[in-house]
């Protein structure tokens, strides 16, 4: 019986333990990659966010260290789904997503603290895992796939995003390819989400979804605003604009599992 109550146990802090396991992990490795310039030259990858380089292990202080709202928010979510459950969600993919969310800021921050080409890979990878998350969630969902149908879909949009990040095309106000289809892929989510709501085969809280929607949006104008020769860019400050696309960008993604949660089991 005593063994029966510990396994219970470590099933319910799984998703803590796995993801403290994933920030502790990534970001002692990334540490260690920019000690021993493991990520490559600095290129300038990401200079376009407004801050001033330094000639330092860390080139981008602000926009580096911001992103540890990421792993604060991906803890967060861990935590409240060892506390309270996962709601109407599945509690493998609510752990699979507070890890993804953990894993943003290791891999935002290697670009911008290594201005490097593989550390630019890093932070666009990490963007991808999510949008293609939350577009599988939603589609698979809509179609009632299941675990199977929502890991094809996960797969497909990874595809769709690796071809784009190839590509060398300058995409207005989003200025890459990969951009564009990361942001591409959360209104395609976002689109989904509303066909769900509309269906009503589903009862979420809607004040979580609109709070995640709203934060991004503000968030985006914010990111626009902030890059080189915008109206927020201050090269030599410390508070720089796209940190605080971070941090506001780690609320939203707590505030999506909310909502994602908030169904009833």
Not at 3 to 23: C, D, I, K, Q, Y
Not at 250 to 263: D, K, N, V
């Amino acid at each position: 019986m005593a063994w029966a109550t510990t396994r219970g146990t470590e099933r319910r802090r799984a998703p803590l333990l796995l993801a403290a396991v994933a920030a502790a992990v990534s970001m002692a490795l990334l540490g260690i990659a920019l000690a021993q310039s493991w990520l490559g030259p600095a290129v300038d990858r990401g200079g376009a966010f407004c801050e001033a380089a330094r000639d330092a292990v860390v080139r981008q202080p602000a926009n580096t260290f911001s992103n540890l709202g990421f792993v604060i928010a991906g803890l967060a979510i861990a935590h409240r789904v060892t506390r309270h459950g996962s709601g109407g969600m599945p509690r493998s993919l609510a752990t699979a997503y507070t890890i993804l969310v953990v894993l943003l800021g290791p891999g935002s921050a290697a670009m911008h603290a290594s201005e490097s080409t593989f550390g630019g890979h890093l932070d666009l990878y990490s963007m991808y895992f999510l949008a293609s998350f939350a577009l599988a969630y939603a589609v698979s969902r809509l179609l009632t796939l299941g675990t199977s149908g929502f890991v094809a879909l996960f797969g497909a949009g990874l595809g769709v995003c690796t071809v784009a990040e190839f590509q060398s095309v300058d995409v207005p106000v989003l200025m890459t390819m990969g951009n564009a289809v990361f942001a591409s892929m959360l209104l395609a989510g976002l689109f989904v989400e509303l066909v769900l709501r509309r269906r009503g085969t589903e009862r979420l809280d809607l004040r979580w979804g609109v709070a995640s929607v709203v934060t991004l949006a503000v968030a985006f104008a914010i990111w626009s605003m902030g890059k080189d020769g915008g109206a927020l860019c201050d090269p030599e400050s410390w508070l720089q604009p796209h940190a605080v696309w971070h941090a506001m960008d780690a609320g939203a993604a707590w505030f999506l599992y909310r909502y994602w949660a908030s169904m009833s089991p």
